[in-house]
Structures are given as structure tokens and as C-alpha cells.
């Protein structure tokens, strides 16, 4: 039943990367991974978000192995991540490959606390 | 597909199956590594994410390859399978519980882990190729 929902979850997490990315990339050209940047950001404060409430308030365990595990987990990836920024790297931008690192990192450990606030409060 | 066109139904259920797969599968080693103080599962499915990326991307430069193949083994399967917001959240946990020291060699070990490991599927994927030379359209260096 948990495998189940994490695979609803991961059903709509994984296009609504693709669209994102997509949308983010026709916004904001190809040069630099935005578009990643974005997603992994925002699944981090979500994820951050629903275990901080998942602290305080009786969820069940199943919304938060189809939000978190599924949901979350499938809107962010590090497989690409990671793709990219080799990618840049090859291209001969180094300080944009190590740039995207540093700011993946840095950006999705902070909305991940920042998730974790929000959710408290809840 | 150009870049703002709209993305076919076909994409999209390819990506969307793809990452139910990937996810099921994280949730499996997440099922079979138990949990300790670092968070080994998301380790393992982020970096064999990660070299498993490397050798699909290396060996779509090398050879055409059905259009719904990248959405969905990369996009889906891939990006399902490795997850971004549970490492955040490990990382966010250990700082809390007060393991910096830990939750700094998570992070950094992740992130360069990450890097290496797609560099090394594109390695296996050179060296098993029949035609090594048959290279890559972009990039001067190695």
C-alpha cells in the first residue's frame, strides 16, 4: 500500500518537474540549470514543510510516504543535478558547474529549514 | 521537440511512468538499507542515480535512440529514482541534532560523489564502445 502511494505520488512529482523545468527554461534560456534549481528548491521547502507538520499534528503515514517519499522525492532529482553540471563543466564553465553546486546545496538546505519552521507553526 | 513547444501527451505519460519506476525502486533500497546516523539509502540511490545518468547520457550522444527514451529513462526513471529533498532534509537533520561535522561530509561527499559518479558512467561507456573515437559533437577538452 506505502509502494503504491509513493508511486501516485511519483506519477505526478516527475511531470510536474518536466513542466517546470520546461517553463522555467523558455523563461530563462538554457545557460545556466534554473530549471532544476528551481524544482529542487521548491520539493525541498514541501518536504521540509510536511515532516516539520508531521511533528505536530497525527498525519498519516501514508500521506507522508505520498507527498514526501513520492511526491517530493520524483519533483526533485539528482540525476540530472548531477548530469548538468558535468555538462557545464565540459562546456568549459567551471565557475557555472561549481556555481550550480554551491547553489543547489546551499539554496535546498536552507528552504529544507525553512520548511521545517513553516511546518512547526502549522 | 523545439524549446517551447508543447510537450506531447506521449512525453508526458513517459515521463510520469518512468518516474513511479525510479521512485518505486528508491523506496526499495530505502526498504533494504536500514537507517542510521547518515542516510545510506539516499546515498546509494543518489549515487548509482548519478552513474547510471552519466552512462545513459553518454551513450545518447553515441547513437540515435527512440525519441521517448531520455524522458523516459532519464527524466523519469532517473530523476524519480534520486531525490534532492530527502538529502536536503538529511542534511537539515543532522545540522539540527547538532552533527556538523557529519552533516558537512554528507553534503559535500553527496554533491562531489554525484559529479564523479556521472563522469564515471560516461567513462564505462566510452570504454566499452566499439568505436571509441566515434566522440562527442561539443566540448574541446577532455
Known amino acids: ?122 | 521537440m523545439a524549446a517551447g513547444s508543447r510537450p506531447g501527451a506521449a512525453v508526458l505519460a513517459a515521463v510520469s511512468a518512468g518516474g513511479a519506476v525510479g521512485a518505486a525502486a528508491r523506496y526499495g533500497v530505502s526498504e533494504a538499507i536500514p537507517g542510521g546516523a547518515v542516510p545510506w539509502a539516499t546515498l546509494v540511490a543518489n549515487l548509482t542515480g548519478c552513474l547510471l545518468m552519466g552512462v545513459l547520457l553518454e551513450a545518447l550522444e553515441r547513437r540515435p535512440a527512440h525519441p521517448l527514451l531520455r524522458p523516459f529513462l532519464g527524466t523519469g526513471v532517473l530523476g524519480g529514482y534520486t531525490t534532492f529533498s530527502t538529502y536536503a532534509v538529511g542534511v537539515h537533520a543532522l545540522l539540527e541534532a547538532g552533527r556538523t561535522g557529519l552533516a558537512l561530509g554528507y553534503l559535500v561527499g553527496t554533491a562531489l560523489g554525484a559529479v564523479v559518479a556521472v563522469q564515471v558512467g560516461a567513462v564505462l561507456v566510452r570504454a566499452a564502445s566499439p568505436a571509441g573515437r566515434a566522440g562527442r559533437a561539443t566540448g574541446g577538452g577532455r
Open chain 1, 1 to 122: 500500500m506505502t509502494l503504491l502511494l509513493v508511486c501516485v505520488g511519483a506519477a505526478l512529482g516527475a511531470p510536474a518537474r518536466f513542466l517546470t523545468d520546461r517553463a522555467v527554461q523558455a523563461r530563462f534560456g538554457t545557460r545556466f540549470p534554473w530549471g532544476t534549481l528551481t524544482v529542487n528548491v521548491v520539493g525541498s521547502l514541501l518536504l521540509g514543510t510536511l515532516l516539520g507538520a508531521a511533528e505536530q499534528l497525527a498525519l498519516p503515514p501514508a500521506l507522508v510516504a505520498g507527498v514526501g517519499t513520492g511526491f517530493c522525492g520524483a519533483l526533485t532529482t539528482y540525476s540530472t543535478f548531477g548530469g548538468e553540471t558535468v555538462a557545464l563543466a565540459r562546456r568549459g564553465d567551471g565557475v557555472l558547474a561549481a556555481g550550480n553546486v554551491v547553489l543547489s546545496v546551499a539554496a535546498t538546505v536552507a528552504a529544507a529549514s525553512v520548511g521545517f519552521v513553516l511546518g512547526r507553526a502549522l
